[in-house]
Structure formats: structure tokens, C-alpha cells
């Protein structure tokens, strides 16, 4: 595991933006105000800074499930998939402190309930992007090199979300092209997967 001296300068900015935000989190719990909005904001910064990484180096790092710790490196397409992921989550994540912080929060919530739709759309687009780059990682292992049968796992379940995405996208669209009212979005949504799978 590579020391603190041997990280990136981009890979530093972000672990002191993921410290800031869990200092501003502590403080926006002990006292309220624009804190938690603050650390919101600093958590979207450092997600975007580590997904310019991942593109920039095609190198995208992530925890290996166990108790060895070892961290598995995803190379090539998948890490800037990954790297194009996390700065969409980033940019969503700063848009929503700085519409918090404005006083702007309720009013951006609202937006996007009145487009569920298009929120599931978008929603579904994150678990294909995600799925794909899963699915076609060639990754290692950070301290050596991994066999092809230790990938099928992260192939299996790459089809799966890009499936879970598909479904979302077809049911964002049929909702986007005949919008329920805000009151009955879950109704809806309930009775346009009974109707597909023949339950009416």
C-alpha cells in the first residue's frame, strides 16, 4: 500500500476534501446551519477530483471485499467509465449543497419529483455506465496480477445493473411520456410493472 508520499498531488486534494467534509458533517450535526451542506459540497469536489484521476492516469483503485485488504486496480476504459461516474455523482452531489445553501434545496427536490421520468432515466443511465465498466474491467490486483476466472464475479454483476438500468430507462420512459401527478408517482410506476409482466 502506497504511503502519503507516494500519492498523487490530485489523490492528496482529495482525501483533504473528503477530511473537510466529515469535519463540516461533525459540525453540521452539533450545531445545524449551512455545515452539512458544506460537507455535501466537499464530498461532491473530492468525487470529482478522484474521477479526473481516473481518467487522467486510466487507473480507477476500489476496495477488494475480505479481510486481506487487498485494493483491486481497474485499468483502461473501465477506470475512466468508473472516473466519468464518479464526477457525474460529484457534480450532482455540489449542485445539490450549493441549491442547499441558497435556500434553493426544497426547490430543486421539487423539480425533480415533478420529472420521475426523466430522474429514472437518468437514474438507469448510472447503473448501465456503471454496469458496463464492471463488466469489461481487466483489473488487478494492487500488489500483482489476478487470473480471468476472479472476473467473472464483476461480470456477473456488471449484466445485472446493466439490466436493472435497462429496466429503469424503459419504466422512465413510459412515465416520461405520459406523466403521472405528483400523488399517485408510486401508483403508477407499480402499475406500469404489473402491466409488463401481465398481472393487470
Not at 435556500?103 to 415533478?114: R, V
Not at 500488489?143 to 438500468?165: K, N
Amino acid at each position: 500500500m502506497k504511503g502519503w508520499t507516494d500519492l498523487s498531488t490530485t489523490i492528496k486534494v482529495g482525501i483533504a476534501l473528503i477530511a473537510l467534509g466529515a469535519i463540516l458533517a461533525a459540525v453540521g450535526l452539533a450545531v445545524g446551519g449551512v455545515f452539512i451542506a458544506g460537507a455535501v459540497i466537499a464530498f461532491g469536489a473530492a468525487a470529482i477530483v478522484a474521477g479526473v484521476d481516473s481518467i487522467r492516469t486510466r487507473q480507477h483503485v476500489t476496495s477488494r471485499s475480505g479481510t486481506d485488504g487487498v485494493r483491486m486496480v481497474h485499468h483502461g476504459p473501465s477506470a475512466v467509465i468508473f472516473g466519468v461516474g464518479f464526477i457525474a455523482v460529484g457534480i450532482g452531489l455540489t449542485i445539490a449543497g450549493i441549491a442547499s445553501i441558497l435556500g434553493k434545496g426544497d426547490d430543486l427536490w421539487d423539480e425533480i419529483a415533478a420529472r420521475p421520468g426523466l430522474a429514472l432515466v437518468v437514474l438507469g443511465s448510472g447503473f448501465i455506465l456503471m454496469g458496463v465498466g464492471t463488466a469489461v474491467s481487466k483489473w488487478t490486483f494492487e500488489d500483482g496480477d489476478s487470473v480471468w476466472l476472479q472476473r467473472i464475479p464483476g461480470i456477473l454483476v456488471g449484466v445485472i445493473l446493466v439490466v436493472i438500468g435497462g429496466f429503469l430507462i424503459a419504466l422512465g420512459w413510459s412515465l416520461a411520456q405520459d406523466p403521472p401527478i405528483s400523488d399517485s408517482v408510486f401508483e403508477r410506476i407499480v402499475d406500469t410493472i404489473t402491466g409488463w409482466i401481465g398481472f393487470e
